[in-house]
Structures are given as C-alpha cells and as structure tokens.
Nanobody
Framework: QVRLVESGGGLVQAGGSLRLSCAASGSILTIYTMAWHRQAPGKQRELVALIRSGDSTNYADSVRGRFTISRDVAKKMVYLQMNSLKPEDTAVYYC??????????????WGQGTQVTVSP
C-alpha cells in the first residue's frame, strides 16, 4: 500500500555533495520516523540518519557533521543532504519509514535503494 521512491544518487568526486530525496505515497495516517540506511559492498546495512515526528535526529558517528536529514511533512518526503563526501560513503542508500497506515497498527516500509558512488 505504501511505496517509497528514492532519487538523487549518483557518482561524485570526494569532497563533493549530493542530496537524496525519498517520496512516500499511498494511504498513510501518521508517520512516526523517517530514516536513511546504507549498505556498502561486503558490509551489513547500517543506520545513517533518522528523524522523528518531533524533528529530533540521530546520526551515525561516521557521518555526523557532514550529513543532514530533514523532512517535509506536508509532502511526505525525507531528504539527506550529504556534504564532504568520502569514498567510504560509497553504498546503496535506502529510505525507511515507520508509519501507521490503518486501524491495526504500525509498519515499516523500505525503498528500493539508490546507489551513491564517491570517487577518490
């Protein structure tokens, strides 16, 4: 019922910037959290940044100070501004939303992922 579509990934040089966007569509009653995760080759998926309904945020230590997560409640979108990119940031980035969609409860939804590649 709920779909998440990421965009904005691509290839950039080290030190450059990218802005990822995630658009949620479908029937949504309440969004509790929106987050970005990433998975590098040969590595486990990790949480990069999370934003809550009250707009408080959490960041992985490796990206703190370089990445900024934000959201637009009216548009049901979440963004990840990535600055000072490093080759170590190369990964597939996934959008995640926890939301109430019906009377029965809350569910987690995931996007298909978008590739971010940072060249030396």
């Amino acid at each position: 019922q709920v779909r998440l579509v990421e965009s904005g990934g691509g290839l950039v040089q080290a030190g450059g910037s990218l802005r990822l966007s995630c658009a949620a569509s479908g029937s949504i009653l309440t969004i509790y959290t929106m987050a970005w995760h990433r998975q590098a080759p040969g590595k486990q998926r990790e949480l990069v940044a999370l934003i809550r309904s009250g707009d408080s945020t959490n960041y992985a230590d490796s990206v703190r100070g370089r990445f900024t997560i934000s959201r637009d409640v009216a548009k049901k979108m979440v963004y990840l501004q990535m600055n000072s990119l490093k080759p170590e940031d190369t990964a597939v980035y996934y959008c995640n939303v926890r939301a109430r969609v019906n009377y029965y409860g809350d569910y987690d939804y995931w996007g298909q992922g978008t590739q971010v590649t940072v060249s030396p």
